[in-house]
């Protein structure tokens, strides 16, 4: 089932266009719509927790209710989206400042969403702050965040804070099982399941992992592993058992063949992880090698990193491995 030249990206067709869509944010969503019926709307507010949660999604549901629009693909000119990345100099938060004070054109609220919010620098955070501290009646900010650490207090202090959370697996699994439906899409559950697992908690890395699979064919536990670089449970297995009593050569040429069967060293390193996340044996040696896999995806080389770490955890539960890799002394 190839895409067609007209294919809308799945997660930005099911992207949330009112509260009743979001998934999985029912502690933020709550509030909200009581602040709404109560008609008790703050100038300032906070969205902060892990990427693809739906902070801007519920940014953008949220200044179109408090303005009692419906939703539209493009947003009213009334409510100002900023790329805080994009936009971090203090240039464009003085513009901000100056244009914050004119009246809506349509609206009740003139709103300004500022997503990456830490991203700003310190001078664009001091002058935005003083916006902050006498906002004009007509406006309200929505600040968004992956990184709420970043951000100066006296900032935070002024707004509402609401703290998003990664959504659970099998919440993902639900609304992938519905996207599928929607669009017809064959699937297996179990291949669902790991889709919605990889997708740690991101709704929308769940849906963009489901797109790439969709676009060729059927969602199955092959067309999953194939399509996304996926080893197969007993070979992480192995794997995990090699390193706990095999050999340095035995290791090395295990992960090898993961690596040619088209797995990544980024992706085996995390399904080693979660392997002994779950598997109830979590001595101080697999947690030293959870520690040493997860600075693998960071790493410049990130295969040498994942073999250094399993060769140093066999080291530690397999002591007499020191002597397979150790050369021997020269005879004098």
């Keep these: 089932m190839g895409k067609s030249e007209g294919h809308v990206v799945l997660y930005r067709k099911y992207r949330s266009r009112n509260f ?4 999985g944010q029912d502690h933020i969503i709550n509030p909200l719509k009581q602040s709404i019926a109560s008609g008790r709307i703050a100038h300032a507010y906070l969205f902060t927790g892990p990427r693809g949660t739906g902070k801007t999604s519920i940014a953008r549901i949220f200044a179109n209710e408090i303005n009692g629009f419906d939703y539209q693909s493009q947003l009213p000119i009334d409510i100002i989206e900023i790329d805080g990345a994009s936009n971090r100099r203090i240039d464009e938060v003085r513009e901000l400042k100056e244009r914050i ?17 830490h991203m700003l620098t310190k001078e664009a955070f001091n002058a935005l702050l003083k916006t902050l501290e006498e906002p004009p009646e007509h406006a309200v900010f929505i600040l968004a965040t992956t990184e709420a650490h970043k951000l100066p207090a006296t900032i935070i202090s002024r707004t509402q804070r609401y703290g998003f959370r990664l959504v659970p697996a099998d919440v993902i699994q639900k609304h992938l099982e519905f996207i ?5 899409i064959k699937f297996e559950s179990d291949a669902l399941a790991t889709i919605a697992k990889m997708g740690q908690g991101s709704l929308r890395d769940a849906i963009s992992l489901l797109d790439q699979v969709s676009s060729i064919g059927a969602i199955t536990e092959e ?3 194939s399509s996304l670089g996926i080893a197969e449970d007993k070979s992480i297995g192995k794997l995990v058992d090699s390193v706990k009593s095999a050999t340095a050569k035995e290791i090395i040429a295990e992960m090898q063949e993961l690596l040619l069967s088209g797995s990544s060293a980024t992706q085996i390193a995390k399904q080693i992880i979660d392997y002994l996340r779950f598997s109830g044996d979590l001595t101080r040696e697999w947690l030293e090698l959870i520690d040493s896999l997860i600075d693998v995806s960071a790493s410049m080389q990130p295969e040498i990193a994942l073999e250094v770490a399993l060769l140093k955890a066999n080291l530690l539960l397999n002591p007499s491995a020191e002597k397979q890799i150790k050369p021997e002394p020269k005879a004098r």
């Excluded at 004070?101 to 919010?117: G, N, R, T």
């Excluded at 599928?180 to 017809?184: D, I």
Aim: glycine residues 0%; contains cysteine.
């Design 223 to 225: 067309s999953v592993a």
């Design 180 to 184: 599928c439906k929607q669009e017809k």
């Design 101 to 117: 004070h004119v009246s809506p054109v349509q609206a009740k609220y003139k709103v300004y969403i500022i997503d990456e919010m």
């Design 20 to 23: 009743d869509e979001v998934v």
